[in-house]
């Protein structure tokens, strides 16, 4: 039976552990959350996960020592509960890559797994094809270009304020163009995915973004198109929103989910 922990108890985190409940091999024995979340939290978690801890820090001494730990909680986790637990040995599986686009927080977490003699999953969450992707690269990749496409008002609040009247737009509009360290710079809330596309592929700099406001469409559209020795690869994914966070899409939690799974699978993908 393998213990998980999860740092995270918002959208991501309770769906994971609805799907998880009643997994015979798997039991979520932590939820690591902020103070001011402790008490809401044991009663959701008394509906979800009966006989899990919720704690505002990871306990990784006997007998709640966890198997694994899953990060869907932010980027601050990344750096701080995650590293924590990488330094104590034990493996996880993060969906907040888009706090590794700051300068040294790759390394520090590369750092901390070496450390602690373990590893990190990066999921591929809300797009697909990263392993593809990862696979060309042996072979050499020469371009690879990421185009998200999201409805006008999924870039309220965003610098693409500064580009059009997103509420008057009639057709798409490109509010972004540049490398995907910039991307996840300019665009925090949109990060995860340049992230993603950037750490399977070419890299920060050299993995090109196009963020497009599109009024013509309702579901977040996922495009990467990489040329190399392989060959030509195009993927386009038309996301459907999670009902309990508009913001994040269905396909982000069943990637953590897969992934935690596979830590007890036998034969996996
Ligand atoms: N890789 C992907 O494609 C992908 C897709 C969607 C979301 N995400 C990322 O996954 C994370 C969770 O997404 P969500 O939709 O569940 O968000 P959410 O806002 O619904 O939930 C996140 C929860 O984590 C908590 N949290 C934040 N920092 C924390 C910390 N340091 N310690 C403990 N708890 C903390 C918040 O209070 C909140 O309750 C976000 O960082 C998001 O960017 C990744």
New binding site residues.
């Given amino acids: 039976m393998v213990k998980l922990a999860v ?7 309770q769906e994971a552990a609805r799907m998880l409940r009643g997994d015979a091999r798997l039991q979520l024995t932590q939820i ?3 103070p001011h ?1 402790v008490d809401e939290t044991r009663r959701m978690a008394a509906e979800v996960a009966p006989g899990a801890c919720v704690l505002t820090e990871l306990d990784v001494s006997l007998p709640l020592r966890p198997d694994l730990l899953a990060e ?6 990344v750096m ?2 995650v590293i924590m637990a990488l330094q104590a040995g034990i493996p996880c599986v993060v ?4 706090a590794l686009h700051k300068a040294d927080s790759y390394a520090r977490l590369e750092a901390a797994a070496e450390c602690g003699g373990t590893r990190v999953q990066l ?1 591929s ?3 697909g094809g990263m392993d593809a992707l990862a696979a060309a690269c042996m072979g050499g990749v020469d371009r690879v270009v990421y185009i998200g496409r999201k409805p006008p008002r999924s870039w309220y609040g965003t610098p693409a304020e500064q580009v059009c009247a997103l509420s008057e737009l009639t057709a798409p509009c490109v509010i972004f163009a540049g490398s995907a360290r910039e991307a996840a710079r300019k665009f925090p809330k949109n990060a ?2 340049a992230a ?1 596309v950037a750490l399977a592929g070419l890299g920060l700099e050299r993995t090109q973004v196009e963020l497009i406001a599109d009024p013509g469409i309702e579901r977040n559209v996922h495009r990467m198109e990489v040329t190399g020795s392989f060959g030509r690869l195009e993927i386009q994914l038309e996301n459907l929103p999670l009902l309990t ?1 508009p ?3 269905a396909l ?1 939690v069943y990637s953590l989910v897969s992934a935690v799974r596979n830590a007890s699978a036998r034969i996996f993908f």
Avoid at 95 to 98: D, E, I, K, Q
């Fill in positions: 740092v995270g108890f918002g959208a991501i985190g690591v959350v902020k979340a869907c909680a932010g980027h601050s986790a701080s509960h969906a907040s890559l888009g999921i969450g809300a797009v995860n995915v993603t966070n913001k994040t899409s982000a």
